[in-house]
């Protein structure tokens, strides 16, 4: 996670907030008359989120004719105007990266093994890892590509890639490119609300882990689910993230605590390799597909990351920022997968913390750390959901307490959705399963390929068979996770209010019957 952004995928936040708005002094950037060139001063906003792009920062500057235009931040960054203070270090994209990928998903990893094997999780993980990473570096080479076609782009977020590709490449397709904007979007939001559901429900399960190691009958999970989103309803009040910064290092922190704490209990006291199945039956395989997709879908960090770089041409390459980040955090992934699941085996439950002693206090503190971070992080994700959907909806309203007071009531309605939710479906991996086929293997898997095709489609253009067949064999894999792991997680949400009547769940918060459980 981010000092200032959430902990999981977002494209729709800026990486670095200013303490203040500021004054900054644009020159002419077109042709000069003679004489000296006029400048104007206006104050430069916050970055916030925008459906547009990341950096759609707006100044006047004089044309030369004695009259002020307005001009994007974007448009002046081959300028070298762009301010230093929306510009991040190697180190500390690098840092963005990591805290970016790094999230709750990397404790459900032993959970995802067990539906796979000892041997064929971790590969599976290492090779989805690979293919993830890849398409990471198709929307980075596209996203030159285009600004390197069109006069004026510097920068593009996801969602103005397929855009934009669109826009520029085969004629059948360009009257459709503000629909693959919105599609883009759409597979965002849904994914931005799915983590949602996901953190309050986590939030809920950890707290009642603890509170169950003192009073075994406590009260269902639905009463933590009620009592969670009480307490997250003002938190949700707060609309500037340079107020949430603060909370967010400190869950940085407890998170990086967390997991020191988990490894040095996985590695001890290990039983020998031969006690877990080296590979499960292939029914299974949809539910793991599922979890690790869900677990790497940090593709829509890459562009806000790579677009605010001092030196974005170190993103990309070999041994740049991109591959050395998500080398450290597949190795992590597969090594949280393989212990966890050699430790706990067919034990290991939706979250690893809850399958550590819960009798002792450095556990319990463990449980307490994550809900806490979790807790702080669904304020930055909802953020999100909240810059997508609420200037839709502000631009009909004429009044302004109007406005204050239905922003007030739409937050709050957000909030109750998301417990909603998950008092309905109280299973994290029957949820989590459900939206990491559904829209985390489309924006990893099916989306960065598709674009690929139709950039290099365009006039002018060349792409090779091979790039072709590559590509069309991932969106495949895209397609078929995308298909099985719906179904298979529809089917058991669905057989799950079968066998459990009331949807009522167990102790640990999961499902008795046994599928994949994933948090991210």
């Known amino acids: 996670m981010a000092n200032n952004e959430p902990c999981e995928t977002t494209a729709l936040l800026a990486d670095t907030q200013p303490q203040e708005p500021r004054m900054e002094t644009e020159t002419l950037l077109g042709n000069v008359r003679s004489g000296i060139s006029k400048t104007r001063k206006k104050d430069i906003p916050e970055p916030i989120t925008s459906l547009t792009s990341p950096t759609s920062i707006e100044v006047e500057i004089d044309n030369g004719d004695g009259q002020y235009i307005t001009q994007s931040l974007s448009s002046l960054q081959n300028s070298g105007k762009t301010p230093l203070s929306l510009r991040t270090s190697n180190l500390a994209s690098l840092m963005h990266l990591l805290k970016g990928n790094i999230g709750t998903g990397v404790l459900a990893m032993p959970s995802a093994c067990k539906y796979a094997g000892l041997w064929a999780g971790p590969i599976g993980v290492l090779v989805i890892g690979f293919i993830a990473t890849h398409c990471m570096h198709i929307l980075v080479n596209c996203s030159r590509r285009l600004c390197k076609r069109t006069a004026g782009l510097s ?32 597979f965002l939001l849904l994914t931005q609300f799915g983590f949602c559901c996901v953190y309050i429900l986590f939030v809920a399960q950890n707290v009642r882990q603890v509170i169950d190691s003192f009073h075994p009958d406590g009260p269902d999970v639905k009463i933590y689910l009620l009592v969670s989103a009480g307490l997250l309803i003002p938190y949700s ?34 039983p020998d390799v031969s006690v877990r199945p080296a590979i499960t039956p292939i029914d299974k395989l949809p539910l793991y597909f599922g979890t690790a997709m869900f677990a790497f879908e940090a593709i829509g960090l890459v562009m806000p990351i790579e677009n605010k770089m001092r030196h974005p041409e170190d993103f990309g390459g070999f041994a740049g920022i991109l591959n050395l980040g998500m080398t450290f955090v597949v190795c992590l992934y597969t090594a949280m997968g393989f212990y966890g699941y050699l430790k706990y085996g067919d ?33 930055l994700q909802l953020y999100v959901v909240i810059r997508i959907i609420w200037p839709v909806l502000e631009a009909k309203i004429s009044s302004r307490k109007t406005k204050i007071i239905s922003e007030y009531i739409f937050r709050t309605a957000l909030v109750l959705a998301t417990c909603g939710i998950s008092m309905v479906v109280p299973h994290l991996d029957l949820m989590i399963s459900l939206v990491g086929s559904l829209a985390s293997s489309s924006l990893a898997l099916m989306f960065p390929p598709l674009i690929e095709i139709i950039t290099y489609s365009a006039e ?14 991932i969106i495949s894999l895209g397609v078929i996770g995308f298909a099985t792991g719906t179904y298979a997680a529809m089917n058991e949400i669905i057989k799950t209010f079968k066998n459990t009547p009331g949807s009522s769940v167990g102790s640990n918060g999961t499902m008795t019957v046994g599928l994949t459980s994933i948090y991210s």
Do not use: C
């Open 347 to 379: 034990d290991s439950k939706g979250s690893i913390t809850l399958n550590l002693p819960s009798k002792n206090w450095l556990f319990i503190s463990v449980n307490l750390m994550y809900a806490v971070a979790i807790f702080i992080s669904y304020g």
């Open 155 to 186: 920068s593009l977020g996801y969602a103005e890639i397929l855009e934009e590709s669109m826009r520029t490449g085969p004629q059948k397709l360009q009257r459709f490119h503000r629909h693959g904007r919105y599609t883009i979007n759409g």
């Open 237 to 270: 009040f707060v609309k500037n993230l340079k107020h949430l910064a603060p909370f967010s290092t400190f869950a940085n922190l407890l998170v990086i605590v967390g997991l020191v704490i988990v490894f040095q209990e996985l590695v001890q006291d290990l």
């Open 460 to 473: 002018g253009e060349r792409i090779s068979v091979f790039t072709v067949i590559k590509n069309i064999l």
